[in-house]
């Protein structure tokens, strides 16, 4: 071998021992992010005392954190709940009570209105076509149960302002007094996809009484006193 060829490879591996410190382990490789552990039924259970503590996971916190803790677990549920869990110990006021499934309907309500949007946003599409103009939806009750969605709230102009109905065909209806801002949607979700099952738009009355019957939808769904015992 050549002198200069001798003297390039005596370098390279000159440089390369003098990389690696003798009983130094070489650097560590950076570990891959952690994924977030899933958050459980257990993880969003709320208890009450008589003294009016209160835990959420089986974690002491206060009603007014409550809210804002539920709501950021809610959000990393695969699947959400159709209520959160409440247990009560021992005797807990009816006043403490109320405060508390409060806060924790609150927090699962507005979890609900951000993972059920495409829901929504496909009622809203039909609500549109029904008035032939572009309308936004404030949906005040929002209950999930099974694969349904029972969905009653307003309808507004895009930009929040009460809706002009006198652009829509129920325009001579309004003038009479027949018809509402009021909105009712259900809805189920077959093959993946959301399907809206019935709708009413602008009533005056209650017309979601007999929708369990006409549509299959269990009538817990509709919440206490929305459901027809009978219905023809």
């Known amino acids: 071998m050549k002198p200069y060829l001798i003297c390039l490879v005596f370098t390279t591996l000159l440089c390369q021992a003098c990389r690696q410190t003798p009983g130094t382990p070489p650097p560590a490789e950076s570990a891959a992010p952690q994924a977030e552990p899933m958050v459980t039924l257990n993880d969003i259970m709320v208890t009450v005392d008589n003294q009016g503590n209160i835990t959420?996971?089986?974690?002491?916190?206060?009603?007014?954190?409550?809210?804002?803790?539920?709501q950021e677990r809610l959000s990393k549920m695969r699947s959400l709940p159709d209520e959160v869990p409440v247990g009560y110990q021992k005797e807990v006021l009816m006043g403490m009570r109320a405060e508390v499934e409060t806060e924790a309907n609150a927090a699962l309500s507005a979890v609900k209105l951000v993972h059920y949007q495409p829901a929504l946003d496909i009622l809203r599409a039909e609500v549109e076509k029904t008035l032939t103009i572009p309308v936004k939806l404030d949906a005040t009750v929002l209950n999930t149960l099974d694969n349904y969605?029972?969905?009653?709230?307003?309808?507004?102009?895009?930009?929040?302002?009460?809706?002009?109905?006198?652009?829509?065909?129920?325009?001579?209806?309004?003038?009479?007094?027949?018809?509402?801002?009021?909105?009712?949607?259900?809805?189920?979700?077959?093959?993946?996809?959301?399907?809206?099952?019935?709708?009413?738009?602008?009533?005056?009355?209650?017309?979601?009484?007999?929708?369990?019957?006409?549509?299959g939808a269990p009538k817990a769904l509709f919440g206490a006193g929305m459901a027809a015992d009978e219905c023809q």
Not at 56 to 70: D, H
Not at 192 to 207: E, H, N, Q, S
């Open 149 to 215: 969605i029972y969905v009653a709230g307003n309808m507004l102009q895009p930009d929040g302002k009460p809706l002009d109905f006198s652009k829509t065909p129920l325009k001579e209806g309004a003038e009479e007094g027949f018809v509402s801002e009021s909105v009712f949607g259900l809805l189920k979700k077959e093959n993946g996809a959301w399907r809206v099952l019935a709708k009413a738009v602008g009533p005056t009355d209650m017309p979601v009484v007999c929708w369990w019957k006409d549509y």
């Open 56 to 70: 959420l996971g089986g974690q002491p916190i206060t009603l007014e954190k409550l809210r804002a803790a539920l």
